[in-house]
T-cell receptor, first 108, second 114 residues
């Protein structure tokens, strides 16, 4: 079992829709969870951090954490073509461990 | 200043060359990291420096040699690389190794070994 697992994608949504990205992790003791966005050929950019159970909202982005189910998700509301990128889920267990990433494509 | 600066942005080197990648941050962070990323794959941790001392070496081949001259600088010395070492090399930093926070990444160095 991989430490951090994501839907393999690619995920395609129409412009204006909600994009839902999911991630599970294996270490129940993990405390810190992150979503990075990576455009093709660029470096990862931190877009959301979440540390406690529940929802955290920042603009069009909502991160959700359920430690009992070892599940983290990212919702992107009103998706835009500029949101098209690979989204990496990461868990900090003393070092940052990444999932495989989900490629999101938002179609105009 | 919330940036991590990496130079050069692109590097092409032969298998017998010696080159260095450089990384600089002025955020007062005390932990710095090197990651390697191949196409369509996630970043993979190579080295961790905490308070200028090597903390983690993820079994990286000796042809990669990290160096942390001071709290703001991190180098990666390259020697006798193989074509399969071609990748995007990312530097990152955080306030501390055990801080539990996310890392800030530089823009990366795209390395091609010929």
């Amino acid at each position: 079992q991989k430490e951090v697992e994501q839907n393999s994608g690619p995920l395609s949504v129409p412009e204006g829709a909600i994009a839902s990205l999911n991630c599970t992790y294996s270490d129940r003791g993990s405390q810190s969870f992150f979503w990075y966005r990576q455009y093709s050929g660029k470096s990862p950019e931190l877009i959301m951090s979440i540390y406690s159970n529940g929802d955290k909202e920042d603009g069009r982005f909502t991160a959700q954490l359920n430690k009992a189910s070892q599940y983290v998700s990212l919702l992107i509301r009103d998706s835009q073509p500029s949101d098209s990128a690979t989204y990496l889920c990461a868990v900090n267990r003393g070092k940052l461990i990444f999932g495989q990433g989900t490629e999101l494509s938002v179609k105009p | 200043d919330t940036e991590v600066t990496q130079t050069p942005k692109h590097l092409v080197m032969g298998m017998t060359n010696k080159k260095s990648l450089k990384c600089e941050q002025h955020m007062g962070h005390r932990a710095m990291y090197w990651y390697k990323q191949k196409a369509k794959k996630p970043p993979e941790l190579m080295f961790v420096y905490s308070y200028e001392k090597l903390s983690i070496n993820e079994s990286v081949p000796s042809r990669f040699s990290p160096e942390c001259p001071n709290s703001s600088l991190l180098n990666l010395h390259l020697h006798a690389l193989q074509p399969e070492d071609s990748a995007l090399y990312l530097c990152a930093s955080s306030s501390g190794e055990g801080s539990g926070e996310g890392y800030t990444f530089g823009s990366g160095t795209r390395l091609t070994v010929v």
